[in-house]
């Protein structure tokens, strides 16, 4: 094989693997096309608030209206000027079925808007935040359902309907939204705490961290305090085997896991939000009892405070 015809092969290889690189590029962008939201899935989008409207039975009347809002890394759920802390995957996964919705092409879509109900869409979802810097706001809206998929629209498309899998945006459908409520009272991780205060009537309880697990009492002034309780000294019987250890439960330890371990049992013990902590007994201020747990997170002090 001379010069020439090796030459000539090596010209060709490259041009096959171009035509090939070529496909590839042509292919992943036709697939990135096929979202039905393509300008939420670009780089640089933060989504930082969730609106999620969904219609009453009369004209528009609005069955339920929600917002959540990002703090820091945290998910809130608001109305008017309360706020109060929801499970931050299930936003996250509301926010992610609309990045990855794709039409089903082998359904048919109705010409009709009153067929396909996006007229007066059933659910209505805005995401709010930012693209490259710049404020941007994206909605997706829900109209009709047939068989195993559901008629919707979105901003980039305004004038078209695409037909989804319902089981592909489910987690839209948000029936109560205590159902995304944290049950968990407080978030701090144990090693990050570093003040306690406890106060119920003219009692009062403070305690402070000092260098790793040294801990000392401010209030009463009884100087250090236990981290992890002493094991009681038993007398040993020689006729039976000792039981294992029961876990250490007393000291400063065994006080943070007791107060993390206050918790919300079910959804249904949830009070909606609405009325003033005054109507229950725990208005700041004239709460029975307070404690607040000072922990330090990116190297600021945040407190937690249950009344």
């Known amino acids: 094989m001379n010069f020439r015809i090796t030459t000539l092969f090596f010209a060709l290889l490259l041009t096959m693997l171009w035509v090939f690189g070529l496909m590839v590029a042509h292919k992943k962008a036709a ?54 802390r929801v499970e931050g995957f299930k936003i996250d996964n509301l926010i992610k079925q609309i990045r990855a919705a794709k039409p089903d092409e082998t359904a048919d879509v109705p010409k009709d808007p009153k067929q396909n109900g996006l007229t007066e869409p059933k659910l209505t979802v805005t995401l709010s935040g930012k693209h490259k810097g710049e404020d941007k706001d994206w909605q997706f809206r829900v109209g009709n359902e047939s068989s195993d998929v559901v008629y919707v629209a979105s901003s980039d498309y305004p004038d078209k309907v695409f037909a989804v899998p319902k089981k592909s945006i489910e987690g839209l459908f948000i029936k109560d939204p205590n159902d995304l409520r944290s049950k968990r009272l407080f978030d701090f991780g144990e090693t990050g705490v570093t003040k306690i205060d406890a106060k119920k009537g003219d009692k009062e309880l403070k305690l402070e961290r000092g260098e790793g697990s040294m801990w000392t009492f401010v209030k009463p002034p009884y100087g250090i305090a236990g981290f992890e309780s002493e094991p009681e000294e038993k007398k040993k019987d020689p006729f039976h085997k000792d039981p294992p250890a029961a876990p250490v439960t007393g000291g400063v330890k065994g006080l943070l896991n007791n107060i993390m371990a206050i918790r919300v049992e079910d959804e249904t013990d949830f009070v909606p939000l609405g009325k003033s902590p005054a109507a229950y007994g725990v208005e700041a201020g004239k709460e029975a009892m307070r404690i607040d747990i000072t922990s330090a997170q990116d190297k600021k002090d945040m407190v937690e405070t249950l009344l």
């Open 31 to 84: 697939a990135d096309q096929g979202f039905i939201m393509k300008s939420l899935n670009a780089a640089d989008v933060k989504i930082e608030k969730v609106q999620v409207k969904t219609a009453g039975q009369g004209k528009d009347k609005a069955a339920g209206e929600y917002e959540f809002d990002l703090d820091g890394e945290k998910w809130l759920l608001k109305e008017g000027k309360q706020q109060v």
